[in-house]
């Protein structure tokens, strides 16, 4: 077989969550809930960084992406499993289902440098302070935005090198509710062992990897502005607890998706519904209220668009 040309399946078929109308009901309450609450704070994030002065930061520009981040992140797959939910055939051709393993890794891809990238700029704010602006100048910020998109494509190609020219023949039938490697390459026919266990490698272990690699920062960051105790270490300490809470969100569901790829439980179904529509939410929410500046200036521009909407 040379690729999808020589394929017989031209599309998916999802299994989707739940036969039960009761918890169809529940999930896509729940879901649309979520989702348009993710939608809109990272947006509010995104509008509150740009508009106002005092967030004109590095610590702030790279807020504002990772909410740009989790703004398509949370589109890729959410709005169709909740169109999906009430319908009987859950249907995706086979370029719609590429489609999705290619944007939720590039994103993911790019979330986790950024998260790197965001635990570097508060190494260099509480060991550095005074170098802050030189080493974090809009270059490198820019520079590490370039990066990260850079590693999530490659990475994102990487991953879709693996299943672009495997032969699908039948059966279709995807037990979940979106796409995603681990489970479309149970369909293709032909031996997929090896393929499987480079799945892992790729995904599983730099997941892995760059969880452990973040918290031993955060420990060291942590440690070290204890030697640094000062006026300002509340604030910092309430920053990095943030920071570190986010880690654990969007690295625990991926470590159990890859690790353990062979799983057929019902619990990756639902962490994959926390991860796609919950995880950005709670992102915008955790930055929010453990942020006074964000607080604050939230404030300001939600006062100016009360009064514009006053004045028009």
Request: net charge positive; with cysteine; proline share 4%.
């Amino acid at each position: 077989m040379n690729g999808a040309n020589h394929s017989v399946v031209s599309e998916f078929v999802f299994l989707g969550l739940s036969n039960s109308w009761e918890i169809q009901l529940l999930l896509f309450c729940f879901s649309c809930l979520f989702y348009m609450s993710s939608m809109v704070g990272n947006l509010f994030i995104v509008v509150t960084v740009t508009s106002d002065p005092s967030l004109h930061s590095p610590m702030y520009f790279l807020l504002a992406n990772l909410s740009i981040i989790d703004l398509i992140f949370c589109s890729i797959a959410a709005p169709k499993m909740i169109c999906d939910l009430f319908r009987k055939q859950k249907v995706i051709s086979f370029w719609g289902c590429i489609a999705q393993i290619f944007f939720s890794h590039a994103v993911g891809g790019t979330e986790m440098v950024l998260l790197i990238a965001m635990a570097f700029d508060r190494y260099v704010a509480i060991s550095k302070p005074l170098h802050y602006l030189t080493i974090m100048s809009p270059r490198m910020c820019i520079l590490i935005l370039v990066v990260a998109w850079t590693i999530g494509l490659i990475h994102s190609l990487a991953q879709l090198a693996f299943v672009v020219n495997l032969p699908f023949c039948g059966p279709n039938v995807v037990d979940s509710f979106y796409c995603d490697i681990p489970r479309l390459i149970k369909l293709a026919c032909t031996d997929t062992y090896k393929l499987e266990f480079m799945v892992t490698a790729n995904s599983g272990f730099i997941s892995l990897g760059a969880f452990f690699l973040l918290i031993l920062s955060y420990i060291f960051i942590l440690a070290t502005l204890q030697k640094h105790s000062s006026g300002g270490s509340s604030k910092a300490l309430s920053t990095l607890s943030a920071h570190i809470t986010v880690v654990i969100l969007f690295f625990g569901p991926l470590i159990f998706f890859y690790m353990w790829p062979s799983s057929s439980t019902h619990l990756d179904k639902y962490l994959a519904i926390f991860d796609a529509v919950l995880t950005p939410f709670l992102n915008s929410v955790i930055y929010t209220f453990r942020n006074r500046e964000m607080k604050m200036a939230m404030n300001r521009v939600f006062s100016r668009l009360m009064s514009f909407r006053k004045n028009y």
